[in-house]
T-cell receptor
Framework: AQKITQTQPGMFVQEKEAVTLDCTYD???????LFWYKQPSSGEMIFLIY??????QNATEGRYSLNFQKARKSANLVISASQLGDSAMYFC????????????FGKGTKLTVNP | EAGVVQSPRYKIIEKKQPVAFWCNPI?????LYWYLQNLGQGPELLIR????????DSQLPKDRFSAERLKGVDSTLKIQPAELGDSAVYLC???FGGGVYNEQFFGPGTRLTVL
C-alpha cells in the first residue's frame, strides 16, 4: 500500500536561511511520481515541484529542490533563501499506478520563517 | 488562465441538513478529483472522474455522499444528511489526463462547518 511519512510536524527557520523538509515514502511500484505542495493559510494547495521515479537528476524549481534518494525512499524538499512568505503547511504526496493514480498525501509539516 | 473554481468558500449548516459544493475545473482538464481534508491532515481522495465517468469512488461514503459531473466539465459534491464529523475542507482538483506524472491543480476549497 502507498504511504507517505512526514516526521516533522513543525519546523522553524530564519529568513534567508535554507531548510529541509523530510519525506519518506513506501510503494511496491517501479513507476511513481513524487510531489510537494504548499498550503498557505488561505487553504489553496500550490504545486511546488515534481520528481519522477525514473528521473536521474534531482528536480529543481527556483528556490525549491528535491533531494531524491531512491534506495532510501526519501524525497526531501529543500527551500533555499527562505522568505517570510514561505510560512505555510507543506505536503509531500505520491502517485503510483497501483494506487489507482490517486495522490496520497502525508500529514504535512508546518514551516514558520522568522524575521 | 483561470484556475480551479470552487463555491462556496465557506458553509455553515446544522447537522442533518443537506449541503452541496460546486467545482469548475481548468478548461480542457478532463480529470477531476474531490478530496477531503480534515484539520491537521493531508487531503484524501473521495472520488476521481475521467470525463463524465467516476473511475474511482472507493473512498466515497455512498450512504450520504454523492457526486456528479454532467457533461464532463463542472462537478457537484453533495452530502445528505450532514453529520458533525463532516466538518472539514473539501478540495477540488483537476488535471489534463490521469497518469502517474500529471500535475493536479487545486482549487481554494470549501470549508464546511456542521453544528
Amino acid at each position: 500500500a502507498q504511504k507517505i511519512t512526514q516526521t516533522q510536524p513543525g519546523m522553524f527557520v530564519q529568513e534567508k536561511e535554507a531548510v529541509t523538509l523530510d519525506c519518506t515514502y513506501d510503494t511496491s511500484d517501479q513507476s511513481y511520481g513524487l510531489f510537494w505542495y504548499k498550503q498557505p493559510s488561505s487553504g489553496e494547495m500550490i504545486f511546488l515541484i515534481y520528481q519522477g521515479s525514473y528521473d536521474e537528476q534531482n528536480a529543481t524549481e527556483g528556490r525549491y529542490s528535491l533531494n531524491f534518494q531512491k534506495a532510501r525512499k526519501s524525497a526531501n524538499l529543500v527551500i533555499s533563501a527562505s522568505q517570510l512568505g514561505d510560512s505555510a503547511m507543506y505536503f509531500c504526496a505520491m502517485r503510483d499506478q497501483g494506487g489507482s493514480e490517486k495522490l496520497v498525501f502525508g500529514k504535512g509539516t508546518k514551516l514558520t520563517v522568522n524575521p | 488562465e483561470a484556475g480551479v473554481v470552487q463555491s462556496p468558500r465557506y458553509k455553515i449548516i446544522e447537522k442533518k441538513q443537506p449541503v452541496a459544493f460546486w467545482c469548475n475545473p481548468i478548461s480542457g482538464h478532463n480529470t477531476l478529483y474531490w478530496y477531503l481534508q480534515n484539520l491537521g491532515q493531508g487531503p484524501e481522495l473521495l472520488i476521481r472522474y475521467e470525463n463524465e465517468e467516476a473511475v474511482d469512488d472507493s473512498q466515497l461514503p455512498k450512504d450520504r455522499f454523492s457526486a456528479e459531473r454532467l457533461k464532463g466539465v463542472d462537478s457537484t459534491l453533495k452530502i445528505q444528511p450532514a453529520e458533525l464529523g463532516d466538518s472539514a475542507v473539501y478540495l477540488c482538483a483537476s488535471s489534463f489526463g490521469g497518469g502517474v506524472y500529471n500535475e493536479q491543480f487545486f482549487g481554494p476549497g470549501t470549508r464546511l462547518t456542521v453544528l
